[in-house]
């Protein structure tokens, strides 16, 4: 028997859940798992609760897209979810974004190439900045926490036999960071 399953949310207590609840109850929502933190968090508990009740034909709800993700990634990965467990997907704001239906799997597919193709044009250029900084001089990852001259006699010290927690201590880092040099 089909359930149609429903998740409201709202991203600051100050923020009611009322409007959201009372439309997915009249849209026939059997059950509504409400929470109250930002869309941008990845771990939503209350949506991962909705996610595990759908079985095989139910139907999760959302009274608006952007109630169940912040980028067409995360919507997508969560409707790929949805599918998984051979449930379907609707959004009452956006009738097109219905899953059960032929026009909306067509939407959310063309919506995936975009962000497939968003995704592709992002590392590009970001890989073409990389290697313009890279020409420029400009170095990536951690500040080193030693100098050079305080690499070079931090070897000198070890070479000398003195342990590996004394030199770091000297230099105030850890004997892990003297046995890497």
């Not at 990536?140 to 100098?147: D, N």
Request: glycine share 8%.
């Amino acid at each position: 028997m089909l359930t149609i399953v429903g998740y409201a949310r709202v991203s600051t207590d100050g923020q009611t859940l009322d409007g959201q609840q009372a439309k997915l109850k009249a849209a026939g929502c059997e059950k509504v798992f409400s929470e109250k933190v930002s869309g941008a968090k990845a771990d939503r508990q209350q949506l991962q609760k909705a996610l595990r009740a759908l079985n095989a034909g139910d139907v999760l709800m959302v009274t608006r897209l952007d109630r169940l993700a912040r980028s067409t990634r995360d919507l997508l990965n969560v409707i790929s979810s949805i599918g998984d467990k051979g449930a379907t997907f609707n959004s009452l704001a956006e009738p097109w974004a219905d899953t059960l239906s032929v026009t909306g799997s067509l939407m959310l597919q063309i919506l995936a190439c975009i962000a497939e193709f968003e995704r592709k044009l992002i590392k590009t250029r970001c890989d073409e900045g990389r290697v313009r900084a890279k020409e420029r001089g400009v170095r990536f990852g951690r500040k080193p926490k030693l100098t050079p001259h305080q690499v070079q006699e931090a070897l000198r010290r070890r070479e000398a036999g003195e342990p590996m927690t004394e030199i770091g201590r000297l230099f105030n880092v850890s004997h892990s960071t003297i046995s890497r040099l």
